[in-house]
């Protein structure tokens, strides 16, 4: 089993930036890269990123492109989003996910095995 831990989420104001960590503990050996999913009240979850881990391949979503980064530090098995010009429509509920085993569509919710328990990010206009 892997564990997946959120951290960084908060309320910012349009423009502004915000930098969310996920830290896996556990089976770590057996992951092979990590992905951001968001989701807003009423709305489905949605992909945000994703990074394999070898070769450090990124993936985003159209929406997020140019102002989304995503990195990882493979030591510590943590990956970051960094978040910069945020807009009211990012406002969701951003969770990180890992799956358990190669996997060709990073931006399905469907390849991850491994959730964490989702952080707030809050966008004011």
């Known amino acids: 089993q892997v564990q997946l831990v959120e951290s960084g989420g908060g309320l910012v104001q349009a423009g502004g930036s915000l930098r969310l960590s996920c830290a896996a503990s556990g089976r770590t050996f057996s992951m092979y890269g990590m992905g951001w999913f968001r989701q807003a009240p009423g709305k489905e979850r949605e992909f945000v990123a994703a990074i394999k881990w070898s070769g450090s391949f990124t993936y985003y979503a159209d929406s997020v492109k140019g102002r989304f980064t995503i990195s990882s530090d493979n030591a510590k098995n943590t990956a970051y989003l960094q978040m910069n010009s945020l807009k009211p429509e990012d406002t969701a509920v951003y969770y990180c996910?890992?799956?358990?085993?190669?996997?060709?569509?990073?931006?399905?919710?469907?390849?991850?095995?491994?959730w964490g328990q989702g952080t707030q990010v809050t966008v004011s206009s």
């Open positions: 996910a890992a799956p358990s085993k190669y996997i060709y569509n990073y931006y399905s919710a469907r390849s991850y095995d491994y």
